[in-house]
């Protein structure tokens, strides 16, 4: 099973705020708005990082599933972990799996030439999971969700997230169970592109996706500016990281 890491939502109540700190840090204007998110009473921003997506998204409506996951969540934090799959074949046999084991669809559509499929976190456990199909079938070019065609790769690259959970071996072993892939020591899934670790919950107890890991060549400049804007910023040589909308990002040279 070949899947790439394409996408991480994280929820915000402050999208102007937080898309003004990521502009800042990492000199990346947002991407694209997708129109079609107000039919779930919320508004996000995308942005590209190398040839992949961090996405905000924010509530509009006080009644929105998304504005009851950040009371639940207490603030701000990670949301969604997007994977793009290769084929039909290979997201229809990701829905047999996970139909086999009952894990429930949150939703599906097919639109704008993708086939769209998110898992219910309930039953996944750690986070919201999205396995969708792009019918473009680049890893590295048009991606649906990010209104089709792609600007030039930004010097970024996407590494892996961290998802939290109370039994961090069993959400690995059902994860990798629904994507066709096989638990690595860590526990960690291993994609494409990046990995996916699974982690005990943090000391304040936070669980879900919790961590980002990038590499980029401005890593000490971008840690630079983090520790010009207040924020608590905890470096080793080139490497480091620092808290963002909820999440750490975790940046290496």
């Known amino acids: ?13 402050d999208l102007e705020g937080v898309a003004a700190q990521i ?9 694209f708005t997708d129109p079609d998110v107000a039919g779930f009473g919320a508004r996000n921003l995308l942005f590209q990082i190398g040839t992949d997506f961090i996405e905000l998204i924010a509530p ?14 207490g603030g701000d934090g990670g949301y969604m972990a997007i994977t793009q799959v290769a084929s039909a074949a290979e997201q229809q046999a990701i829905r047999d799996r996970a139909s086999a084991a009952g894990i429930r669809i949150a ?31 680049d890893f590295e070019g048009e991606w649906s969700a990010a209104g ?16 939290r959970s109370p039994d961090p071996a069993a959400t690995a072993a059902r994860w990798g ?3 066709g892939l096989v638990p690595q020591d860590g526990p960690r899934l291993a994609l494409r592109n990046a990995s996916i670790a699974f982690a005990p919950p943090a000391e304040d107890g936070a669980t879900g996706l919790t961590r980002i890991e990038l590499h980029s060549p401005e890593a000490p ?6 520790t010009a804007m207040g924020l608590e910023v905890s470096t080793e040589g080139e490497a480091g990281s620092f808290p963002l909308c909820g999440v750490e990002i975790a940046l290496r040279a």
Not at 60 to 73: V, Y
Not at 148 to 163: D, H, K, N, S, Y
Not at 221 to 226: G, S
């Open 23 to 31: 502009e800042v840090l990492f000199g990346l204007p947002p991407c």
């Open 177 to 179: 169970m629904m994507l």
């Open 107 to 137: 939703w599906e559509l097919s639109h704008r030439g993708a086939d769209f499929l998110q898992w219910n976190p309930a039953d996944t456990g750690g986070s919201f999971l999205e396995t969708s199909f792009d019918h473009a079938g």
């Open 60 to 73: 509009t409506n006080p009644k929105a599933p998304l504005q009851r996951f950040l009371d639940r969540q």
């Open 1 to 13: 099973m070949v899947l790439q890491l394409r996408q991480i939502c994280l929820a915000t109540g």
């Open 221 to 226: 400049a971008i840690l630079d500016r983090a």
């Open 148 to 163: 089709g065609a792609i600007g030039p790769a930004t010097p970024f690259r996407l590494e892996g997230i961290t998802v």
